[in-house]
């Protein structure tokens, strides 16, 4: 019998394993590198916070002697103690809540309500209305502040919550938002519903915003934050210290106190505590919000 020689078995799968194993590395590389820069940007935005933090417990005559300091080793609240005892701090907590829910409120619905009629229903000159409407937001907010405080005041709504309110409704971007996802639901949905006899305002409330809760939930975040913050307008249009509120109210304080920075340190703690809990509470709502929206 002849011996037949067997030829050495080869792997035909190495070639195409290879790119594979480097396109891998390259995605693990990529993510340790996306989360090297997330925890960086992390910590700077914490560091602050955390020096307030460290500060605003401190003993006053330890700032002042050592303002730069992040420990101590008599911690104290008597920052806060003056705070509540100086100021009405709980009149301007709820000041700042009502008029942040009232202006959100008006804001999702007013800005909903126009986004739905540019994205989904059919009139003259709509395109020009929305580029009209985008123009808006290169008027800077304090060219209108005269005319709207006067406006109030012949209306008779300073030192009222409806004064800090009304003017803060308007909000351009949110319309943008709304309408970039309006846009990306089906058009054949819509035609549906009108062909079953629903009106623009049912279709509106019945179809289009049940399908719109991420995004409703993002501009809610976004617009309550940003008028929690809001301090220019507010300081204009009230006066009466128990109609502050919190970021106006906690500014005088500041005035009675001067310049001490364990007050001043309390009082950014103060207002930030609300923002804070509201992302970590939201912040999954805001993610999907920003996605549905289309904005990359």
Partial sequence: MTA?????????????AAPRRRKYDAERLFNRVALGALVAFALLWLVPLVWAL???????????TDPTSWFTAHPTLAAYE??????????????????????????????SLAAFALSQT???????????????????????M?????????????????????????????????KQFFDGIPRELIDAARADGASWLRTYRQIVMPLSRPVVSA????????????????????????MMTLPVGLT???????VPYAQLMASAVLGAIPLVTVFLLFQRRIVEGIAGTGLK
């Fill in 82 to 111: 003056d705070i509540f005892a100086a100021g009405k701090l709980p009149y301007w907590y709820a000041n700042s809540f009502i008029t942040s829910v009232l202006t959100t409120v008006l804001t999702v619905v007013a800005a």
């Fill in 122 to 144: 059919r009139f003259r000159a709509r395109r020009a209305a929305f580029v009209l409407l985008l123009a808006g937001i290169m008027i800077p907010g304090q060219v209108l």
């Fill in 54 to 64: 460290a500060t605003s417990i401190r003993p006053a005559q330890e700032v002042i």
């Fill in 219 to 242: 501009v809610t975040i976004f617009v309550f934050v940003g008028v929690w913050n809001n301090f220019l307008w507010p300081l204009l249009v009230v006066t009466d210290p128990e």
């Fill in 4 to 16: 037949t020689a067997t030829p050495p078995v080869t792997d035909r799968r190495a070639p195409a």
């Fill in 146 to 178: 005269i005319p709207q405080f006067l406006a109030l005041q012949a209306a008779g709504l300073l030192n009222t919550y409806w004064g800090v309110v009304l003017p803060q409704v308007p909000n351009v971007v949110a319309v943008f938002v709304f």
């Fill in 252 to 258: 005088s304080v500041q005035d009675v106190f001067g």
